[in-house]
């Protein structure tokens, strides 16, 4: 098929300054290479900040989303599809939506430019990603507790954290999800994780790499982070470091959505 053809695909992610969170992004632009055999595939930074810090601390580049929709355009890719790889639509994947839809009537247009849905957009997706942690039902729900922290957002969209700790608490035991930004953090679970009766707790981010939140707010050194917390008060805690970008179940979640844009171009 003619590379015209094809539909290219740019990988939007907020960023990050880590090289080991870096190689997360590529194992996820390797998956979408595979499951899209001929179709470019891009990575995109969202945050200027990112992509400015980056270059100066590791001297890597990575292109913004208006650089790298003009080199899909210059390979002659008539359709196109951000997938956003947010994990709610907040205030970021907003801003990606905007452009997008901006462009469509732009010079540097393509016949088709969609935008891929976040990991979590509705009640489906979320029983989707619930579904994913039955592979935690080898352990002692009596001993052992989960906590998944997200990112969380003062954007309306931070009550899908909400629903998907809903979801979690009716589909398992003893599973529980918080945020650092947003509702609901560590303190308003801390009674629930008393509740529960477990004394381990297993500490997992619910981020798509484990960038720097996972390095400093989960589970850093500091009194202030969750895993010093939870320690003070007398948990201990097993450290789960990967992000959910390693897990080819969540990004297997991405894809669909990635496939539910590319549907929408034949309409």
């Given at each position: 098929m003619p590379m015209r053809e094809l539909p290219g695909i740019v990988l939007a992610p907020y960023g990050t300054l880590l090289?080991?969170?870096l190689a997360t992004y590529d194992q996820i632009r390797k998956a979408y290479e595979?499951?899209?055999?001929?179709?470019?595939?891009?990575?995109?930074?969202?945050?200027?900040?990112?992509?400015?810090?980056?270059?100066?601390?590791?001297?890597?580049?990575?292109?913004?989303?208006?650089a790298a929709l003009a080199e899909l355009h210059d390979l002659g890719c008539e359709s196109v599809v951000v997938q956003?790889?947010?994990?709610?639509?907040?205030?970021?994947?907003?801003?990606?939506?905007a452009l997008v839809q901006g462009l469509k009537g732009a010079e540097l247009a393509f016949s088709h430019l969609e935008i891929g849905l976040p990991l979590l957009s509705d009640l489906s997706d979320c029983q989707k990603v619930s579904s994913?942690?039955?592979?935690?039902?080898?352990?002692?729900p009596e001993k052992e507790a989960v906590l998944l922290v997200?990112?969380?957002?003062?954007?309306?969209?931070?009550?899908?954290?909400?629903?998907?700790?809903?979801?979690?608490?009716?589909?398992?035991?003893?599973?529980?999800?918080?945020?650092?930004?947003?509702?609901?953090?560590?303190?308003?679970?801390?009674?629930?994780?008393?509740?529960?009766?477990?004394?381990?707790?297993?500490l997992m981010p619910f981020l798509l790499v484990a960038g720097g939140h996972a390095k400093n707010d989960i589970f850093g050194q500091s009194?202030?982070?969750?895993?010093?917390?939870?320690?003070?008060?007398?948990?201990?805690?097993?450290?789960?470091?990967?992000?959910?970008?390693?897990?080819?179940?969540?990004v297997s979640l991405f894809l669909e959505h990635t496939r539910n844009a590319l549907k929408k171009m034949e309409k």
């Open positions: 090289p080991s969170a595979r499951e899209f055999p001929g179709s470019p595939v891009r990575l995109a930074f969202t945050s200027h900040l990112m992509k400015a810090r980056l270059l100066e601390k590791e001297a890597i580049s990575v292109q913004s989303l208006l956003s790889l947010q994990i709610v639509p907040g205030g970021e994947f907003h801003q990606v939506a994913l942690l039955r592979g935690f039902s080898c352990r002692d997200g990112h969380g957002t003062g954007h309306p969209a931070d009550a899908l954290y909400s629903l998907m700790a809903q979801v979690l608490k009716r589909e398992h035991r003893n599973v529980f999800l918080g945020t650092i930004e947003g509702f609901s953090g560590l303190a308003k679970l801390l009674p629930e994780l008393k509740g529960s009766g477990a004394r381990v707790v297993r009194p202030e982070s969750w895993k010093s917390t939870l320690e003070r008060e007398g948990y201990a805690v097993v450290a789960d470091l990967r992000g959910l970008g390693e897990r080819a179940e969540i």
